[in-house]
């Protein structure tokens, strides 16, 4: 069964700051990865989306990675500010199967 | 933003009353998605819909089916909701199985 971390599970950050969010996942065999934002009380907002054949995604200061044989992925974020602060969650999707299997997020909050 | 709605947004209600959510998407898309996040354990497949009457069991079925008529909508019933079903749920949609997924703003349902 497809189990997906997220570490740390809280993080907090001055404005400005770069900062890389973890995601390990336990079976390398998936179509792809998928990195969420969270805000409270609200609906997930797709960030992400990289493709198992991909190494890199990038949207404006945000780059994910992927390194699909160790099981890691990492979100980047570049020069953070306190729009930032949500919880950020990351999901897989494994070969052969049509259920996103989600990490439990970690919560940043970026400090003005 | 992709055009899904969830109705209602928010619901209580007694034990073993049953209770159907809604899930109304404009994007046309094939496949549709019920999720549902619990404090603990991120959030989980309910059930999944691959067209028009296709639908099949997700991770944690136990307790709800599902319906779906038209492409645009997707029910998720609670046919004698349990305290166990309190929970925020949310509908996502993509256009095939291997896509990036677009959640809705979620269903915050108290059973009492």
């Known amino acids: 069964k497809q189990e997906v971390t997220q570490i740390p599970a809280a993080l907090s950050v001055p404005e400005g700051e770069n900062l890389v969010l973890n995601c390990s996942f336990t079976?390398?065999?998936?179509?792809?990865l998928q990195w969420f934002r969270q805000d409270p009380g609200k609906g997930l907002t797709s960030l992400l989306l990289?493709?198992?054949?991909?190494r890199e995604q990038t949207s404006g200061r945000l780059n994910a990675s992927l390194d699909k044989s160790s099981g890691r992925s990492t979100l980047y974020i570049a020069a953070s500010q306190p729009g930032d602060s949500a919880t950020y969650l990351c999901a897989v999707l494994g070969a052969g199967s049509y259920q996103l299997t989600f990490g439990k997020g970690t919560k940043l909050s970026v400090i003005p | 933003d992709a055009g899904i709605t969830q109705s209602p947004r928010h619901k209580v209600t007694e034990t073993g009353t049953p209770v159907t959510l809604r899930c109304h998407q404009t994007?046309?898309?094939?496949?549709m998605y019920w999720y549902r996040q619990d404090p603990g354990h991120g959030l989980r497949l309910i059930h999944y819909s691959y067209g028009v009457k296709d639908t099949d069991k997700g991770e944690v079925s136990d307790g709800y089916s599902v319906s779906r008529s038209k492409t645009e909508d997707f029910l998720l019933t609670l046919e004698s909701a349990t305290s166990s079903q309190t929970s925020v749920y949310f509908c996502?949609?993509?256009?095939?199985?291997?896509?990036?997924?677009?959640f809705g703003p979620g269903t915050r349902l108290t059973v009492l």
């Open positions: 990289i493709q198992s054949s991909q």
């Open positions: 996502a949609i993509s256009g095939d199985a291997r896509n990036e997924q677009f």
């Open positions: 079976d390398s065999a998936i179509y792809n």
């Open positions: 994007e046309n898309h094939r496949y």
